[in-house]
């Protein structure tokens, strides 16, 4: 399984940005995909996942704010962030979950500036 990201930049405090994950190789066996986020200094974080099913789970700092979504084509997961804070800056990781092994994207780098 093969992982890449798109979407990253800058953006105002208060402002969105809609990050894009396209999964390629065996994703048929694929049952959770997830986004995670990492700031300098501090670990890697969930932000948001979601289920073959549809279920999602989000991180206490982004719920109400960020909405994980799949959708046609089945290969992709997007992440729409909005009211964006200086917290939020940070490298974002896409993940996916097969047969218990763990899927990492090269990350994209969000920036919001205040």
């Known amino acids: 399984v093969q992982l890449v990201e798109s979407g990253g930049g800058l953006v105002q405090a208060g402002g969105s940005l809609r990050l894009s994950c396209a999964a390629s190789?065996?994703?048929?066996?694929?049952?959770?995909m997830s986004w995670y986020r990492q700031a300098p200094g501090k670990q890697r974080e969930l932000v948001a996942n979601?289920?073959?099913?549809?279920?999602?789970n989000y991180g206490d700092s982004v719920k109400g704010r960020f909405t994980i979504f799949r959708g046609d084509p089945k290969n992709m997961v997007w992440l729409q962030m909005n009211s964006m804070t200086p917290e939020d800056t940070a490298v974002y990781y896409c993940?996916?979950?097969?047969?218990?092994?763990?899927?990492w994207g090269q990350g994209t780098q969000v920036t919001v500036s205040s």
């Open positions: 979601i289920t073959t099913g549809g279920n999602t």
């Open positions: 993940h996916a979950l097969r047969f218990r092994i763990d899927y």
């Open positions: 190789g065996d994703i048929f066996s694929i049952s959770v």
